[in-house]
């Protein structure tokens, strides 16, 4: 069965580059959006970002000034890079697959989540 | 703020039946066949329990159902269970400048 499974740095400093990459196992990166998802502490979900495994990407417009998702079908791997954090930016980050389909709708499988501080 | 709004908290008796509304405040909210709900107990990623409106993935209890009327899309929980008790999240693709919206979510309190 697919598997998705977040890494990258627990740990950011204000303003630099948040980048974490999601590898997915058990099956293929192919014919399926792929999404960033984050969740601050206590609070609710929040979409950040799609990529298709052809390469192309829509993102959340609040963020959409810093952030780049791509992907890597060789390594069957998608990756975010979130620039000039804040405090604002702590967050437990989920990548997670959309069902397949022409379109992005329900996300159906999810990775364990990575937490993610943004300090000095 | 979400396209979508849920009801922070809803509560039930085990055996009882509840059900969490999410309303679309957008018109282009995908033609709104596209909504979905996830479940998430403390500290674990969501899951997937209902998508396009009204379909159960493979696994998930038939307790869990999902309904639309108009622009107000509804996951009903039947014969409540301790185990039910977590937060909800509704979610679709949107045809509006925010590609994918979540509601923000409602926690099930299962008395």
């Known amino acids: 069965q697919v598997q998705l499974q977040e890494s990258g740095p627990g740990l950011v400093k204000p303003s630099e580059t948040l980048s974490l990459t999601c590898t997915v196992s058990?099956?293929?990166?192919?014919?399926?959006?792929w999404s960033w998802i984050r969740q601050p502490p206590g609070k609710g979900l929040e979409w950040i970002g799609y990529?298709?495994?052809?390469?192309?990407?829509n993102y959340n417009p609040s963020l959409k000034s810093r952030v780049t998702i791509s992907v890597d079908t060789s390594k069957s791997q998608f990756s975010l890079k979130l620039s000039s954090v804040t405090a604002t930016d702590t967050s437990v980050y989920y990548c997670?697959?959309?069902?397949?389909?022409?379109?992005?709708?329900?996300?159906?499988?999810w990775g364990q989540g990575t937490m993610v501080t943004v300090s000095s | 703020q979400s396209a979508l709004t849920q009801p922070a908290s809803v509560s039930g008796s085990p055996g009882q039946s509840i059900t969490i509304s999410c309303t679309a405040t957008?018109?282009?909210?995908?033609?709104?066949?596209?909504v979905s709900w996830y479940q998430q107990h403390p500290g674990k990623a969501p899951k997937l329990m209902i998508y396009?409106?009204?379909n159960r993935p493979s696994g998930v209890s038939n307790r869990f159902s999902g309904s639309k009327s108009g622009n107000t899309a509804s996951l009903t929980i039947s014969g409540l269970q301790a185990e039910d008790e977590a937060h909800y999240y509704c979610?679709?693709?949107?045809?509006?400048?925010?590609?994918?919206?979540f509601g923000g979510g409602t926690k099930l309190t299962v008395l």
């Open positions: 990529v298709y495994y052809s390469g192309s990407t």
């Open positions: 997670a697959r959309h069902t397949g389909g022409s379109y992005p709708y329900a996300f159906d499988i």
């Open positions: 058990g099956g293929s990166i192919s014919s399926h959006y």
């Open positions: 957008s018109n282009d909210v995908g033609g709104y066949n596209s």
């Open positions: 979610g679709s693709y949107t045809t509006s400048s925010t590609p994918w919206a």
């Open positions: 396009d409106v009204s």
